[in-house]
């Protein structure tokens, strides 16, 4: 259908390039590895039914942000920041093209610029993980630990049982020296995960 786009392959694409210690939890596999197809919602010009546009057709913002995924999986990251920027330009509050364009530039080493995006999206859909997710990694990447942090906590907040969410808090508190609320999060990761290795060593060095 052209009215689908790659979403989930952003995850697989940043895999590629954040390999400290405090990205590497992510959703677990399912972050990394499942290409998902996913059907965008409310950045599509069509109503809440699905309706919209006459025969099907797709928008100006859907064939963006098309492009965009389709960029991603070429891996042509700066043709895909284009696309995503041109959604934009047609819709400036669309959630998925801000989320999009912030976790490509994660990719390109650029977190100011994603912190940008991810903030704005996060005052558009407060509730949505992956713009809290890659919010975070975004503070984390400008050595924000205490807006990681509260990131972080927002994100609990929505779902609670990922241990990558509670491995990556409790490095961003081990760098604030707040050892033992970080040994609590390393400890809730290995319950909610107990072959999570990355836990045992945050824990051991904490």
Known sequence: SPHLALRSVLEV???MTVMRR?????WGTWCYTTLAVLLLTGCTGRGGDGSGVAGGESTAVE???QAAADAIVDHDYPKAMVQFTSALSEEPDCVEALLGRGK???IAG???AALEDLSRAAVLDADNSDVLWFKARAHEALGE???AVTTYDALAAVVDDRPGLYVNRGFAKDQLGNYDDAITDYDKAIELDSTWALAYHNKAAA
């Open 22 to 26: 405090y990205y590497s939890g992510c």
């Open 145 to 147: 630990w205490s807006e």
């Open 63 to 65: 064939l963006a942000l």
């Open 104 to 106: 490509v530039a994660i």
């Open 13 to 15: 694409a940043s895999a």
């Open 110 to 112: 650029t977190p100011k």
